[in-house]
């Protein structure tokens, strides 16, 4: 049974910078990706970004580009979200996530993923 444990979620000041840490655990993930959303009070839950596990791919979306990078770690089964430059509109839940994925799929949409973590609050205070 996959498991994802997220941790690393507090209150910040804006401008300032979070890592947040997904560790997966239950099977192997090569075929992967691995992803984060964000769900803000009152919103659906939006793509933030996403890996691909075996290609190590990335993907962004386009309010956080330039400033969260995810990246892994396959000896700990680890994925992580550094954050950087954070602003109020960064506040919410994020969750980790988890699906099978082909090199055609795509990853950015929340409906592929089968498999997600407990979440993690950030705040960013301004």
């Known amino acids: 049974q996959v498991q994802l444990v997220e941790s690393g979620g507090e209150l910040v000041q804006a401008g300032g910078s979070l890592r947040l840490s997904c560790a997966a655990s239950?099977?192997?993930?090569?075929?992967?990706?691995m992803g984060w959303f964000r769900q803000a009070p009152g919103k659906e839950r939006e793509f933030v970004a996403a890996?691909?596990?075996?290609?190590?791919?990335?993907y962004y979306g386009d309010s956080v580009k330039g400033r969260f990078t995810i990246s892994k770690d396959n000896a700990k089964n680890t994925v992580y979200l550094q954050m950087n430059s954070l602003n109020a509109e960064n506040t919410g839940v994020y969750y980790c996530?988890?699906?099978?994925?082909?090199?055609?799929?795509?990853?950015?949409?929340?409906?592929?993923?089968?498999?997600w973590g407990q979440g993690t609050q950030v705040t960013v205070s301004s």
């Open positions: 996530a988890a699906r099978y994925a082909s090199i055609w799929d795509p990853v950015v949409d929340r409906s592929g993923y089968g498999y």
């Open positions: 239950g099977r192997t993930f090569s075929g992967y990706a």
């Open positions: 890996i691909r596990w075996s290609l190590g791919t990335t």
